[in-house]
């Protein structure tokens, strides 16, 4: 089993909570905060920071609406993520394949 | 990083997109109400006939139509206020019953009322519509059978286009009960076990 530079990776997305939002929010089109940590399994401060870091890198965009009174955030995948997810999966197929 | 944790990486990606995507699950039940109330229009359309009852402007299509696009338009708003979530799948669904459920209803009302369309042969027209949206949502769903269902519509519209006549109502009847309210009973038992889960 030969090591892999991780460097190639994308930093931004490889931690677990932010590979598992990126992939939330390839599979759907657009979704709620709250759907995210259903998803995603953690607490909304640490989700937040991370979104914030996926926003700040423009991979994801937020739209913030109310629902009633109650503010909702819903997060969407931008181009730029969507290609950047893309690329760190084929990445990880690169390493299996051994190229 | 090495191989296997790149694997157990991409099972992962895999995992959260599949758990992620069941948000996005068709109950079927706008399949069983749209189908009954047509079943319901056609029954009392050839009771009409039958009975030699005047049906002035097809006030049994009025009534069970606008209750649909009530039912429709009430169920969409309430499942926006409720979904947390929404599926590129979902949005193309949404649209192509949308705009099938207008064309079905230009055809019936402005079609027949106008003179344009015979009365004998909405019900032909609308399989064909209908045909067209079984067939784009068995592809979206990833579901061979409901594109299958397209096949039966369209072969039902030749039939209907070649023999028209009172049998019509009842063809038209049959192809509801089997090609959409069955389906939409299956898609209901399917969506309730998968929720179970």
Known sequence: MKDFDYHQLNDIIHSRIRLAIMSVLVAVDEAEFNFLKEKVKTTDGNLSVHLRKLEDAGYVSVKKSFAGRKPVSTYKLTSKGRKAFEAYVENLEKLIKGK | ?197
């Open chain 2, 1 to 197: 990083m090495d191989d296997k944790q790149a694997l157990e990486e991409l099972a992962y990606i895999k995992e959260i997109m599949h758990d992620s995507r069941k948000a996005f699950v068709e109950n079927g039940f706008g399949y069983i109400v749209w189908g009954i109330l047509i079943v319901l229009g056609l029954l009392s359309s050839y009771l009409f006939i039958v009975y030699d009852v005047k049906n002035t402007y097809g006030l049994n299509w009025i009534i069970l139509i606008g209750i649909g696009w009530l039912f429709s338009i009430i169920g969409a708003k309430k499942e926006r206020e409720k979904r947390k979530a929404a599926t590129f799948a979902e949005k193309i669904l949404g649209g192509v019953w949308f705009s099938a459920g207008v064309a079905m209803t230009i055809v019936g009302f402005v079609g027949s009322t106008s003179g344009a369309i015979h009365g004998v042969f909405v019900s032909p027209a609308i399989s064909v519509i209908l045909g067209i949206a079984f067939f784009v949502s068995g592809i979206v769903y990833g579901e061979k059978w409901i594109t299958l269902l397209s096949t039966g519509w369209w072969a039902g519209a030749i039939l209907m286009f070649y023999w028209p006549g009172m049998q019509v109502f009842w063809i038209m009847s049959l192809m509801m009960i089997f090609l959409q309210i069955v389906p939409g009973i299956i898609l209901y038992k399917q969506a309730k076990s998968e929720l179970a889960n």
